[in-house]
């Protein structure tokens, strides 16, 4: 098997694109395909232990759930968290002596062994692809994009304000080798109608020469967030078990969600596109 691969990327962090990659993987899983999520290099306090004691991130674990898969340290081969007891996990180790291009040797081995054991990979970025001073040292954007040779399909979040000069702005700090990588452009959490942004897909479809996949609406999901952030308020499971019917189990509940943002996405994105760029590949 030599599965498929699209990658999510976006223009800052916090966009959305850990939400969006759960939803693809729960579309691809409800078509019956078999389908992984990756991510190369995280970097969060939220820990997933394995059944073998190995430590992966908790959001690759909750991807994982919604594939109907269990999860693997091939789906998060690095973990880095930066609390006090932390340190950088390598194939759910702790390994902190390892230089970057060990590390980017092993996720690339990570990431060919779920390519060779399912037919989608649904792999995610971090962060913006296009920090240039820390770009050098980049393991999970392009430069993992690059050497996979997979498409990416770019998430900006409007509620942020600046939605044009954001996409373009990513697109043209672009080299040429990866700006010909990205194949489609999400736009993300958007309050209100979102046939009403339609001019504006059109605009900057027409700055970027890339197509808009669709335009997804704001939903109060009910899933845990990636990251613990200093005044923010995050979903924990424990904060969401608050909020589960008697009677229902956390996995259910879990499942319930997954399928919200499966049909969410279903509905306003032009899921037969992505589809395509996904059985395209990208051109040699």
């Given amino acids: 098997m030599n599965g498929k691969t699209i990658m999510l990327?976006?223009?800052?962090?916090?966009?959305?694109?850990s939400t969006l990659c759960i939803g693809l993987c729960r579309l691809f899983a409800r078509q019956g395909l078999r389908v992984a999520p990756f991510k190369a290099q995280n970097l969060s306090n939220r820990g997933h232990i394995?059944?073998?004691?190995?430590e992966m991130a908790r959001s690759q674990a909750i991807a994982a759930a919604?594939?109907?898969v269990e999860p693997s340290t091939d789906m998060n081969p690095v973990l880095v968290k930066f609390c006090k007891n932390g340190g950088t996990f390598v194939?759910?180790?702790?390994?902190?002596?390892?230089?970057?291009?060990?590390?980017?040797?092993?996720?690339?081995?990570?990431?060919?062994?779920?390519?060779?054991?399912?037919?989608?990979?649904?792999?995610?970025?971090a962060g913006s692809p296009v920090e240039l001073n820390l770009k050098q040292n980049d393991m999970v954007n392009m430069s993992f994009a690059v050497k996979a040779g997979c498409p990416v399909i770019l998430v900006a979040d409007i509620r942020r304000g600046g939605v044009f000069a954001s996409v373009?702005?990513?697109?043209?700090?672009?080299?040429?080798?990866?700006?010909?990588?990205?194949?489609?452009i999400i736009v993300n959490d958007f309050y209100g109608d979102p046939n009403s942004f339609q001019e504006g897909c059109h605009i900057i479809a027409r700055l970027t020469q890339?197509?808009?996949?669709?335009?997804?609406?704001?939903?109060d999901?009910?899933?845990?967030?990636?990251?613990?952030?200093?005044?923010?308020?995050?979903?924990?499971?424990q904060s969401l078990e608050k909020l589960i019917p008697p009677g229902i189990s956390f996995?259910?509940?879990?499942?319930?969600?997954?399928?919200?943002?499966?049909?969410?996405?279903?509905?306003?994105?032009?899921?037969?596109?992505?589809?395509?760029?996904?059985?395209?590949?990208?051109?040699?």
Avoid: M, W
């Fill in 9 to 17: 990327q976006g223009t800052a962090s916090g966009v959305g694109k």
């Fill in 50 to 54: 394995l059944p073998d004691g190995r």
């Fill in 66 to 68: 919604a594939c109907g």
């Fill in 91 to 125: 194939d759910g180790i702790l390994s902190p002596e390892l230089s970057l291009e060990a590390k980017r040797s092993r996720a690339l081995e990570a990431f060919r062994r779920l390519q060779a054991s399912y037919e989608v990979v649904v792999a995610e970025g």
């Fill in 168 to 184: 373009y702005g990513t697109i043209s700090l672009f080299e040429s080798e990866e700006r010909k990588l990205v194949k489609g």
């Fill in 210 to 219: 890339v197509p808009v996949l669709g335009v997804v609406p704001h939903i």
């Fill in 221 to 237: 999901l009910h899933l845990e967030d990636e990251d613990d952030l200093p005044g923010e308020n995050t979903q924990t499971r």
């Fill in 251 to 284: 996995e259910a509940f879990q499942e319930q969600e997954f399928d919200r943002l499966a049909d969410l996405l279903e509905d306003c994105l032009d899921f037969p596109a992505i589809k395509a760029i996904l059985e395209g590949g990208v051109s040699p």
